[in-house]
């Protein structure tokens, strides 16, 4: 019994080359679908890191403003429209000394929003020294300045607004509710900042802070 030629042959040199064709181009489409896959968890990863920067930056924010320190020998919180200083007590039971701390919008080659903060302070005199040297820090800083401040996130503009007489006004107002108590510590602040594009998140975000005496113990 002889078997029958059509059903013992071997596939044609044409049909392997389709098939290995046909193979290349599924494992090309299975790359790519992979890769763009890739490419979709790596962006809303970085998306995702921006968000809890951004959230961390204000939460500090917000506890800088909260441990501010009152007394009548040293600054609590002064703005010059550049920056933000606040005297602030340590965030420690052993971190005993106050710190000054300061915020500011530095521009250049990208507008950043950045944080600085002294060492303890123990005495009147390192308050000083602390003092102006973080106003320097933010009009001009040296490479140790530089050193103690955190970069937040990109930043294009911020304005800030004190709540005081029952009414928010420009901290460095003339006239109006603010100017009848200037130096004393106003009831709220309010930060406008206004992210740069490209960001998780952009355009304009107010936050705003009561002071834990005024607002039953809640900022």
């Known amino acids: 019994m002889r078997l029958n030629p059509r059903h013992s042959r071997g596939f044609t040199l044409i049909e392997l080359l389709v098939a290995i064709a046909v193979m290349a181009l599924m494992a090309i489409l299975s790359w790519r679908g992979l890769d763009g896959m890739s490419r979709a968890q790596t962006q809303t990863q970085a998306r995702a890191d921006e968000v809890l920067v951004l959230q961390a930056g204000l939460g500090q924010w917000r506890a800088d403003l909260d441990a501010m320190a009152e007394s009548p020998q040293i600054s609590s919180l002064d703005w010059d429209g550049r920056v933000l200083r606040i005297t602030r007590r340590g965030s420690t039971l052993v971190d005993e000394g106050l710190r000054v701390v ?24 390192d308050w000083q020294s602390s003092w102006s040297q973080a106003e ?84």
């Not at 006239?175 to 009831?187: L, Q, R, Y």
């Open 102 to 125: 300061a915020w500011t919008r530095r521009t250049g080659a990208g507008s950043t929003w950045l944080r600085w903060q002294s060492p303890a302070l123990t005495t009147l005199g």
């Open 136 to 219: 320097r820090w933010a009009q001009n800083p040296g490479d140790e300045d530089k050193k103690r401040e955190v970069s937040i996130v990109p930043l294009d503009d911020w304005q800030l607004f004190y709540f005081r007489g029952g009414a928010w006004s420009n901290p460095l107002s003339s006239d109006g509710p603010a100017a009848a108590a200037k130096t004393a510590i106003p009831e709220g602040v309010r930060i406008v900042l206004t992210l740069s594009p490209g960001q998780a998140l952009s355009g304009r975000l107010t936050l705003d802070w009561i002071r834990p005496s005024v607002g039953g113990g809640k900022s």
